[in-house]
T-cell receptor
Framework: KAGVTQTPRYLIKTRGQQVTLSCSPI?????VSWYQQTPGQGLQFLFE???????NKGNFPGRFSGRQFSNSRSEMNVSTLELGDSALYLC???????????FGNGTRLTVT | KQEVTQIPAALSVPEGENLVLNCSFT??????LQWFRQDPGKGLTSLLL?????REQTSGRLNASLDKSSGRSTLYIAASQPGDSATYLC??????????FGAGTRLTVKP
């Protein structure tokens, strides 16, 4: 069974640009969540989707948005990039809240 | 607001030693707790998931315990090996809410 797939693996963008990251969950998983990981702040929750509905949202500015498609694939978008958005963005999928989270290898975003 | 703390931040042990990693959380109203390992530059690998009604879970050389009333969990690693070197993170899911992660314990097992 394929794991969680995130694309692209690496991204370099300049300030002010926007970026879209993609996540394909494990087959059958309907819950997808996104996290930002930085050395200073650790792992921080961005948002969670279940069956195309956003269930929870973390404490991030409106520049960060996401969506989930009917096949459970998810995308997150960051607009008007700032230097502080440089981070490893991780996606995780699960069957539901009482099931383990399974993570992808992340997208490393560098903003210059 | 749920806060998760992991102590120690880093740990170095010789191969073969048994060790315990600690995780504490401030709000006992949790749905479950999960332990992960993370290798450099990679995502997180799920190790053990403990539901709020459970006291412990075991997988191979790993045993995780949960004491909700005191807000603590421990991850016990038996007979450590160099391949166990990684950062170990615990995460709690508050009731009806998103996962909260600790900062992790960086483990080094020396041959």
């Amino acid at each position: 069974k394929a794991g969680v797939t995130q694309t692209p693996r690496y991204l370099i963008k300049t300030r002010g640009q926007q970026v879209t990251l993609s996540c394909s969950p494990i087959s059958g998983h309907r819950s997808v969540s996104w996290y930002q990981q930085t050395p200073g702040q650790g792992l921080q929750f961005l948002f969670e989707y279940f069956s195309e509905t956003q269930r929870n949202k973390g404490n991030f500015p409106g520049r960060f948005s996401g969506r989930q498609f009917s096949n459970s694939r998810s995308e997150m978008n960051v607009s008007t990039l700032e230097l502080g958005d440089s981070a490893l963005y991780l996606c995780a999928s699960s069957l539901g809240w009482d099931s383990p989270l399974h993570f992808g290898n992340g997208t490393r975003l560098t903003v210059t | 607001k749920q806060e998760v703390t992991q102590i120690p931040a880093a740990l170095s042990v010789p191969e073969g030693e048994n060790l315990v990693l600690n995780c504490s959380f401030t709000d006992s109203a949790i749905y479950n707790l999960q332990w992960f390992r993370q290798d450099p530059g990679k995502g997180l690998t799920s190790l053990l998931l403990i539901q709020s009604s459970q006291r412990e879970q075991t997988s191979g050389r790993l045993n995780a315990s949960l004491d909700k009333s005191s807000g603590r969990s421990t991850l016990y690693i038996a007979a450590s090996q160099p391949g166990d070197s990684a950062t170990y993170l615990c995460a709690v899911r508050p009731n009806n809410n998103d996962m909260r992660f600790g900062a992790g314990t960086r483990l080094t097992v020396k041959p």
